[in-house]
DNA sequence: ATCGTAGTACGAAGTTCTTCGTACAAGCTA
DNA sequence: TAGCTTGTACGAAGAACTTCGTACTACGAT
């Protein structure tokens, strides 16, 4: 079984969560994992970007403590962290969120 | 009498924003200037960059709409742009004030 | 076992960002 | 006027970011 590192919500960087929510393309994900739809894989999300294009974006909103990818046969499914983004920048998704 | 150009408060854009405050130094202005300590010239910050490099980032600043830059002699008076951000987009600076 | 699907690794190209130094402009003060 | 202070303009270097294509891996289905 593959695994995927994710920051603990203690160590979330404020540098590292604003850097990969000013870039569109990855607020348009998180966006769309706000909206309900949770537990999505990467191709559900139809970027206007290429494959590996799109594989970089995820990573960047994995390593900063954004997003959630686990692993469900070749498929990664997406969650938003944002439970853990609450409890370390208080306010701050939602505000931007409100904002987009 | 030299002037600066500012963007309009509903001209704000949510992009310009984040980037602006990705930034670590440009959050160390925002921060002193949040902290009570308007109207400061930008030779007051001290910052650990040259000078050219301390008028990149306050142009940065003032043209995401962050901070209002006015002339006062041969000085800038620097003033941060709560009220707009905050009716542009609210929570938002708050939030990330806090989270610094 | 073979094939298809979902995503990754890697290298490359082009762009943008950060930083600097030097030379310069604008305004105050003596 | 001469000199000082504050900040800008410009060019350059290096780093980081975004994008892509191709080759690859892992897993499931046939």
Do not use: W
Not at 26 to 44: E, P, W
Not at 68 to 96: C, H, K, M, S, W
């Amino acid at each position: 079984m593959r695994t995927l590192e994710h920051p603990r919500t203690e160590d979330l960087q404020l540098d590292a969560v604003l850097s990969a929510l000013a870039d569109p393309i990855r607020r348009t994900i998180v966006r769309q994992l706000a909206d309900g739809h949770a537990d999505q894989a990467c191709i559900a999300f139809a970027l206007p970007v290429g494959k590996s294009t799109s594989t970089h974006h995820f990573r960047v909103l994995r390593e900063a403590g954004v997003i959630e990818q686990r692993y469900q046969g070749t498929a990664i499914l997406n969650t938003l962290r944002d439970t853990d983004l609450e409890a370390r920048f208080p306010g701050l998704l939602t505000a931007i969120l409100a904002a987009t």
